[in-house]
């Protein structure tokens, strides 16, 4: 949702940031989702959704072409304001908290299944009702503090990051991701500078990302690392410039350790005349897991265990793989790569109920078994013959 005040584009003085990414554009997206407004990259193919007064409904995107290819209805939802979207291993959830003037007291998170998702065009969602723990005025204003549009999946709960119009700030809360109706623990408040549009927790790198623009619609990305199990904003970060020009930014998603996607919205004022289209950019970091030296191990050795060490093994012929993993640190996730990178298995942390993983269905090739633990990434190759 954007606010007038932008008619004042070319009159406000422009501050660029000191770091810059260099995004690059994918295409200009359909005129059926003008208003893209958030982003997850799910079966090697992008999801969005457009936000106020539309249908509901997502969108699968193209990555190549930035082209619909597929068009999914929720039954059972209304889009009030659609403003982000997020996903775990078993669900997708759609947020309906779009506030511009924060007197709404309907804000819910849809959630649906990914197997209904992957069956049919046709779906209905569960509902995560919830109000912010610290609001107590429902009075309303223009561009309030109470408006948000960025929610990221992390550690077992949902983070809502609000869009604070007054303040150019954003507060974090935190809401389970099982259906009932909540109220929203503020986790705590942090000084962007600009209004935040999106957000996306790379579960690869532990990396979250702050999607937004400067009250001169100038876009930026936020880079928090260093991310504690228990969410506050007190890691290392870094704000950058997209080096795209005047843009909506309002989705952005991962797809690797490494690649990233961002979405703008159609933007047009009369006075003075501009237009800008919805469109499609992506940008790369330096995050990509780096292949290690040592050969596949498929034997283990006695010896003793040293810290985040991981052994792997396989008894010939098995499609079972093994593997001992001695760390202290909190497990986020399990993932099989292949050799050009792809992750083709991924369990979350709280779903890993033993050390053996069921390779069947994969074809003979070098692949890179990885866990995810805070602080730490851990990967080994192994051959699957």
Do not use: C
């Amino acid at each position: 949702m954007i606010s007038k005040l932008y008619i004042l584009i070319f009159i406000l003085p422009v501050v660029f940031l000191n770091a810059q990414v260099s995004a690059t554009l994918v295409g200009t997206l359909p005129d059926d989702v003008l208003e893209s407004s958030g982003l997850v990259y799910y079966n090697n193919k992008i999801i969005t959704h457009n936000d106020s007064g539309n249908s509901p409904r997502m969108y699968e995107i193209d990555t190549l072409s930035s082209q619909i290819i597929r068009t999914i209805t929720i039954d059972n939802a209304t889009n009030i304001d659609w403003e982000d979207i997020a996903q775990d291993e078993s669900y997708i959830y759609i947020g309906d908290f779009g506030n511009n003037t924060g007197n709404r007291q309907d804000l819910v998170i849809y959630r649906v299944t990914k197997s209904d998702y992957d069956l049919s065009n046709t779906i209905s969602a569960e509902r995560i009702d919830f109000s912010y723990e610290d609001q107590t005025d429902f009075s309303g204003m223009q561009n309030s503090d109470w408006d948000a549009e960025a929610m990221v999946d992390f550690n077992d709960q949902l983070l809502i990051f609000t869009k604070q119009w007054q303040t150019n700030g954003t507060v974090a809360y935190s809401i389970p991701k099982i259906p009932g109706s909540y109220s929203a623990k503020r986790l705590g408040f942090y000084d962007v500078s600009g209004l935040v549009t999106g957000a996306t927790y790379n579960i690869f790198s532990n990396v979250l990302m702050l999607l937004g623009y400067s009250p001169q619609l100038q876009p930026f990305i936020v880079r928090m690392d260093e991310l504690s199990t228990n969410f506050s904003f007190n890691g290392t970060e870094e704000k950058s410039d997209l080096g795209i020009g005047f843009s909506q930014v309002e989705g952005i998603t991962y797809s690797d350790s490494n690649t990233y996607y961002i979405s703008s919205e159609r933007f047009q004022n009369n006075v003075p005349p501009i237009t800008l289209a919805s469109q499609l950019y992506t940008f790369e970091t330096n995050d990509a897991l780096q292949e290690p030296e040592e050969p596949p191990i498929e034997i283990p050795i006695d010896s003793v265990k040293v810290e985040n060490e991981l052994v792997i093994y396989r008894t010939f012929g098995s499609n079972e793989l093994q593997y001992d993993l001695n760390s202290s640190a909190p497990l986020f996730g399990r993932a099989i790569f292949d050799i050009t990178g792809k992750r083709v298995r991924h369990t979350n942390g709280n779903l890993i109920e033993n050390n053996s993983i069921d390779l069947s269905g994969l074809g003979s090739a070098v692949y890179y078994l990885t866990f995810y633990l805070q602080g730490i990434t851990i990967s080994k190759p192994f051959i699957l013959e």
